[in-house]
């Protein structure tokens, strides 16, 4: 935490802020520690941690040394005003896009009480620190990867005609209870059939027939890091138009596996499916992004993307998955979390995915 600390107070001094106030709560813990559900953070030439008396004890055990903990009756503006180092600040920072205005208004309110000081919007401050990830972090994202694929595993034999869209996504969401204490990282998916032409379909009371293409897209939480990972299965024996459709998109995702690497920007990666997709004449159907980051958040930077910026960084963990989605018939997407190196990428999900299953 103290070297996190470092590094954004070295990025606060060079856009000339006295201090940030981050209420974030992934970045709250990215930070500090702090995983309960109410905080903010002052950091300025120290750091302060503010919460209310629910989190007394947790705060005490779970944040870092190096913060001042402030347990608030009143709000965390009632606390900060109170601050001395406030005489030597002009110049505040805050999340732009976490803060709402209402809250800003009554932070500006209560804190001119302490001094006159210019409040500056800021974006990305700590989300751009969480793009490289350290060793422990990508181990907690590959616990949380190994726990998705053992819940994978023990869903396959519950598939059957029949069988709800509901029914499964209520075994997948109490599989991930029993073996992390929390809810999904994310809203399960679970799509069979047409259904599955709707890349972020819901699962519904659909029961699985012959001749189904059925989508999990699935992820859990471990330690506050999340998993995500997709596969397409078909109930029955498979078409030739089932296989084919499959078969693109496995290649597609090989493809950009095999390319991906550091510092390659992120439209090339999105570029080394999307290409071959719209080679195969499936181009129209491809219509999200290859991929995105996963940490803290199952959706964070970067984001693989045709219209996206910037180059992929060494460290970083993202997701790989194409798809294809036919209207009114059913569609294919495979998805698995990987590390990116200089030399290439680690595959985190371990689930079979080089055949079509067919059940």
């Known amino acids: 935490m103290e070297q996190r600390l470092r590094k954004l107070k070295a990025k606060m001094k060079r856009?000339?802020?006295?201090?940030?106030?981050?209420?974030?709560?992934?970045?709250?813990?990215?930070?500090?520690?702090?995983?309960?559900?109410?905080?903010?953070?002052?950091?300025?030439r120290?750091?302060?941690?503010?919460?209310?008396?629910?989190?007394?004890?947790?705060?005490?055990k779970e944040v870092s040394a190096k913060a001042i903990i402030h347990i608030t009756t009143k709000g965390a503006a009632?606390?900060?005003?109170?601050l001395p180092e406030l005489k030597q600040i002009t110049k505040i920072g805050y999340e732009g896009v976490h803060l709402t205005c209402s809250l800003l208004e009554n932070l500006k309110k209560k804190l001119s009480k302490a001094g006159k000081?210019?409040?500056?919007?800021?974006?990305?401050?700590?989300?751009?620190?969480?793009?490289?990830?350290?060793?422990?972090?990508?181990?907690?994202?590959?616990?949380?990867?190994?726990?998705?694929?053992?819940?994978?595993?023990?869903?396959?034999?519950?598939?059957?005609?029949?069988?709800?869209?509901?029914?499964?996504?209520?075994?997948?969401?109490?599989?991930?209870?029993?073996?992390?204490?929390?809810?999904p990282a994310f809203?399960?998916?679970?799509?069979?059939?047409?259904?599955?032409?709707?890349?972020?379909?819901?699962p519904t009371k659909r029961k699985l027939r012959k001749g189904d293409f059925l989508t999990f897209d699935m992820g859990c939480q471990w330690k506050g890091y999340a998993s995500?990972?997709?596969?397409?299965?078909?109930?029955?024996?498979?078409?030739?138009?089932?296989?084919?459709?499959?078969?693109?998109?496995?290649?597609?995702?090989?493809?950009?596996?095999?390319?991906?690497?550091?510092?390659?920007?992120?439209?090339?990666?999105d570029a080394l499916a999307r290409d071959?997709?719209?080679?195969?004449?499936?181009?129209?159907?491809?219509?999200?992004?290859?991929?995105h980051g996963v940490g803290l958040n199952v959706h964070e930077a970067p984001r693989l993307a045709a219209l996206g910026n910037g180059k992929i960084k060494s460290g970083s963990v993202v997701t790989v998955e194409p798809g294809i989605y036919l209207p009114?018939?059913?569609?294919v997407r495979i998805e698995d979390l990987v590390v990116v190196t200089a030399q290439g990428v680690k595959i985190l999900s371990k689930s079979p995915r080089n055949k079509l299953v067919e059940l």
């Open 117 to 183: 000081f210019k409040w500056v919007s800021t974006a990305n401050m700590v989300e751009d620190m969480r793009v490289v990830k350290e060793a422990e972090e990508i181990a907690l994202i590959a616990r949380a990867a190994s726990i998705t694929d053992k819940v994978f595993a023990e869903i396959l034999p519950l598939i059957k005609p029949g069988v709800s869209e509901m029914d499964l996504s209520a075994e997948i969401i109490y599989r991930f209870m029993r073996y992390t204490g929390l809810p």
């Open 15 to 44: 856009k000339g802020l006295d201090a940030l106030l981050v209420t974030d709560l992934r970045n709250v813990r990215y930070l500090s520690g702090f995983t309960g559900s109410s905080a903010a953070l002052f950091v300025g």
């Open 228 to 269: 995500d990972f997709t596969r397409t299965v078909v109930i029955g024996k498979a078409t030739k138009k089932h296989t084919e459709i499959y078969n693109v998109v496995l290649q597609a995702q090989q493809r950009a596996i095999k390319g991906i690497r550091a510092n390659i920007s992120v439209k090339t990666a």
């Open 46 to 60: 120290r750091t302060h941690f503010f919460t209310d008396f629910r989190y007394q004890e947790q705060s005490r």
């Open 276 to 291: 071959y997709i719209t080679e195969k004449g499936y181009g129209e159907y491809f219509g999200h992004s290859l991929g």
């Open 328 to 331: 009114g018939w059913g569609g």
């Open 187 to 202: 809203s399960t998916i679970v799509a069979s059939g047409p259904n599955s032409a709707m890349p972020h379909a819901r």
């Open 78 to 82: 009632a606390e900060l005003v109170l």
